[in-house]
């Protein structure tokens, strides 16, 4: 399997460009469930210890059904096929930039939940245009057990998040431990309390936000992903959805850029449009994140039939 590693902000993805399963040429939402349901030993191979890494985000290149796109891609971690990923789609653009397949300038990518852009400023630094992200409810409070009342909002920028404007515990590269029991336990009650995104969608990524540790800086995030691994960028669409909260809120105008820290210190620019689609939901805006990616690694991944651990480690099962 050929197979291009790189990471955006301290997050990695690895990108396949030969030796997937064939998925069949039709939607790539009907593609992205083929994935999902007959092919999870597969992608979690790829992401999983001892061939991935933790936080490993995957994308599967595939042909797209839009002549205009570059390419299609659809994203998997460790617990899930995911509809989007911004860390992840920076990361795309700089192999594809690095395989000589696009250059400076702007170009589209399919994904399952729609059609990204992304511009090249160059062969690192990419700026996402996201799909429309909108805020779904405001001020949820939920009881979460060993932490008390957590008040969020429920948004959508590509996956449904849960944001903590003031999180329980404090948002420091020291506290990645707290932080991420915090997560898990304000999933759960998510889950226990039955509390969706629109049409059903799981909520299945959880940010926390402190105060911003630089001059420059917005706020700090902390991200839990489905596979229980934190991001080390600030997220994509996390940002996307963080975006469309302020919007709501009248805290950031159309336009205005911010940085948004992760738990580690790396950065984005983030800012919006305001919508024009017809059919996107009340209050939906267009994102922007900027970020930079580097190539780390180009290899040829081998699935060696004799090793008892290539569908990697899984504890617990």
């Not at 706020?219 to 489905?226: G, Q």
């Amino acid at each position: 399997m050929h197979i291009v590693d790189s990471h955006t902000e301290g997050e990695p993805t690895r990108v396949i460009l030969e030796g997937g399963p064939d998925l069949g040429s039709g939607p790539l939402t009907e593609r992205a469930a083929r994935l999902a349901t007959e092919y999870k030993d597969f992608y979690r191979s790829v992401v999983l210890e001892p061939y991935g890494q933790e936080a490993m985000v995957g994308a599967l290149l595939t042909e797209p059904t839009n002549p205009e796109c570059v390419a299609g891609v659809i994203y998997f971690d460790a617990a899930a096929v995911i509809g989007m990923c911004g860390h992840g789609t920076i990361g795309v653009a700089a192999t594809l930039a690095h395989i000589g397949k696009i250059g400076i300038g702007t170009h589209k990518i399919e994904t399952p939940v729609g059609i990204v852009e992304v511009t090249l400023s160059d062969k690192n630094t990419i700026t996402v245009k996201n799909i429309d992200s909108y805020r779904f409810k405001k001020a949820i409070t939920l009881e979460v057990e060993g932490i008390g009342k957590v008040t969020g909002d429920i948004a959508y920028g590509g996956n449904w998040f849960f944001m903590v404007d003031d999180s329980p515990t404090p948002v420091l590269p020291s506290n990645i431990r707290g932080l991420t029991e915090a997560g898990i336990a304000i999933r759960e009650a998510i889950y226990a309390q039955g509390i969706e995104g629109g049409n059903g969608g799981i909520i299945d990524h959880i940010v926390l936000y402190g105060p911003a540790l630089t001059k420059q800086g917005h706020t700090r995030n902390f991200v839990l992903c489905p596979d229980d691994a934190y991001d080390r960028s600030p997220c994509g669409t996390g940002c996307s959805a963080r975006l469309s909260c302020l919007a709501a809120d009248n805290r950031l105008a159309p336009g205005k850029e911010i940085y948004q820290e992760s738990t580690i210190g790396s950065s984005y620019t983030l800012s919006y449009e305001v919508s024009t689609s017809p059919t996107a939901p009340k209050g939906s805006i267009v994102p922007s994140i900027t970020g930079q990616a580097f190539i780390t690694r180009e290899a040829t991944l081998i699935n060696n039939p004799n090793d008892p651990l290539r569908k990697g480690i899984v504890l617990g099962s």
